[in-house]
């Protein structure tokens, strides 16, 4: 049982950094990030394999990077220049390689991943 816990989350100004971890315990493949929005669907933003690969959601392209450490078995997800409309719910989520390496789409999908952490509220004020 993959066991997942974020930390990192908080309120920053408009043009403001965050960075999130999340620490986790049990085999995966796939780690990423996703978020969810009051009255929005839950969105992929990035996630990484084994191999170091990325796939980040095109809003966030050049602004967020997402990284691994796997001696400490934590990914972190570094956003830079937030705007206000990033702020949401964030989620890290673990898999196989199903969710982000056996599969044709460039951003990373909730319903490809089964393991998630609790959230961490990431809020950007104007």
């Known amino acids: 049982q993959v066991q997942l816990v974020e930390s990192g989350g908080g309120s920053v100004q408009a043009g403001g950094s965050l960075r999130l971890s999340c620490q986790v315990s049990?085999?995966?493949?796939?780690m990423g990030w996703f978020r969810q929005a009051p009255g929005k669907e839950r969105e992929g933003v990035a996630d990484?394999?084994?191999?170091?690969?990325?796939r980040y959601v095109d809003s966030v392209k050049g602004r967020f990077t997402i990284s691994e450490d796997r001696a400490e078995r934590t990914i972190h997800l570094q956003m830079n220049n937030l705007k206000p409309d990033d702020t949401a719910m964030y989620y890290c989520?673990?898999?196989?390689?199903?969710?982000?390496?056996?599969?044709?789409?460039?951003?990373?999908?909730?319903?490809?991943?089964?393991?998630w952490g609790q959230g961490t509220q990431v809020t950007v004020s104007s």
């Open positions: 990484i394999d084994q191999a170091g690969r990325t």
């Open positions: 049990g085999g995966y493949y796939c």
């Open positions: 989520a673990a898999d196989g390689p199903g969710a982000c390496y056996y599969t044709s789409t460039l951003y990373p999908v909730p319903t490809a991943y089964k393991q």
